[in-house]
């Protein structure tokens, strides 16, 4: 099906918000990572996410080059494309972006997609995160507030993050004290002064409750889903609101328990990320193809080898495929499995 329109989007949120999941949201950096997501939601029945950091678009641009802005235009021109041919529904969005990144990777797109509205397009990405964590909470608002203008007028929704994950990923990096990695209903209340519930423009929120990006065993980290629900009451009664009046976003989710996830999601969380995990399913199916194949794609002791094994389509299938399982198990903890437009 092709990618959602910014309508179909919205719709995916409120499906989620109301039937008590979450949609996965994936990280690429790759036509076979696209593949490998697409052919996972397709086999689970699930619509999903599409999305790709600073570091993603800069590899999509080729290596050597990492021009992001074009980069991330060049994913979403594939996805969009090659989703046509699966029977599910799948957004795009721009992951993590902080400061030092947005005249180079957002701003552009965002000036790209206001063309495309202009045309009387959809625009070319259906959300973006502002990623402002390392930089002081006003002025991360205040920018904020900017974004949610633009995103609005093009009818995208913007994605913010109040407070710090831990951890790193494509360069954004965190150390800080414990406390840092737990967000606050004061916070909160701060940016919904300033951002509103929706009325300035949709956005959803990535609140801190002790996330780590990267690699941990259960345990290794101290989540506190519940204080996603506490934060939900606390803003519900500052504002005069129904309940879980955010849409929020669960982030640096490896190693998180079944129960841990299932709480999340039961305080509001519409959308999790999931990029260690899958990058881990990708590449440990080469690595074992290689080792089980290694005088099949090695030319040893002065032999051909066999072509048949090293072209990189043949490994490419398997690594593929052992991503897209990796994907339907996300889908499953997060209960979006079989729910497809």
């Known amino acids: 099906m092709p990618v959602a329109t910014p309508e179909q989007y919205a719709e995916m949120l409120n499906k989620a918000k109301a039937g008590g999941f979450a949609y996965p949201a994936f990280n690429v950096s790759s036509s076979q990572t696209i593949h490998a997501v697409l052919q996972g939601l397709t086999e689970a029945g699930s619509d999903g996410i599409i999305q790709v950091t600073t570091g993603g678009a800069d590899y999509f641009a080729g290596h050597t080059v990492k021009n992001r802005a074009a980069g991330a235009l060049a994913f979403a021109k594939f996805a969009t494309e090659v989703a046509k041919n699966y029977p599910i529904t799948v957004a795009l969005h721009t992951d993590h972006c902080p400061k030092n990144a947005l005249d180079d990777f957002v ?37 904020a507030q900017d974004m949610l203008n633009r995103t609005q007028a093009i009818n995208a929704i913007l994605e913010v993050e109040i407070g710090v994950v831990g951890g790193e990923e494509d360069g954004v990096e965190h150390e800080g004290s414990n406390e840092a990695l737990y967000t606050t209903v004061g916070d909160v209340t701060k940016a ?11 956005y959803i929120a990535a609140l801190t409750f002790g996330n780590v990006h990267g690699v941990y065993k259960p345990g290794g980290v101290k989540l506190r889903p519940e204080l996603l629900g506490e934060i939900q009451a606390g803003i519900a009664e500052k504002f005069g609101t129904g309940p879980k009046p955010l849409d929020l976003v669960f982030h640096g989710g490896s190693g998180s328990t079944d129960a841990e996830i299932a709480a999340a999601v039961a305080n509001g969380v519409v959308k999790m990320n999931i990029d260690t995990d899958t990058q881990y399913a990708f590449t440990r199916a080469i690595a074992d193809y290689m080792l089980k194949n290694y005088d099949g794609v090695l030319k040893v002791d002065g032999e051909v080898g066999n072509k048949k094994l090293y072209d990189p389509r043949a490994w490419g299938k398997v690594a593929e495929s052992a991503m897209a399982a990796r994907v339907v198990e996300s889908t499953k903890q997060l209960g979006s499995a079989g729910h497809s437009a």
């Not at 206001?114 to 070319?124: C, D, L, Q």
């Not at 300033?194 to 009325?199: I, K, N, Q, V």
Request: glycine share 10%; no cysteine.
């Open 107 to 143: 701003l552009p797109l965002i000036a790209a997609s206001e063309e495309e509205v202009k045309a009387g397009r959809n625009p070319i990405f259906q959300s973006h995160m502002w990623d402002g964590s390392a930089v002081p909470l006003d002025e991360n608002i205040e920018i």
């Open 192 to 202: 919904v002064e300033a951002l509103g519930l929706g009325e300035n423009g949709r």
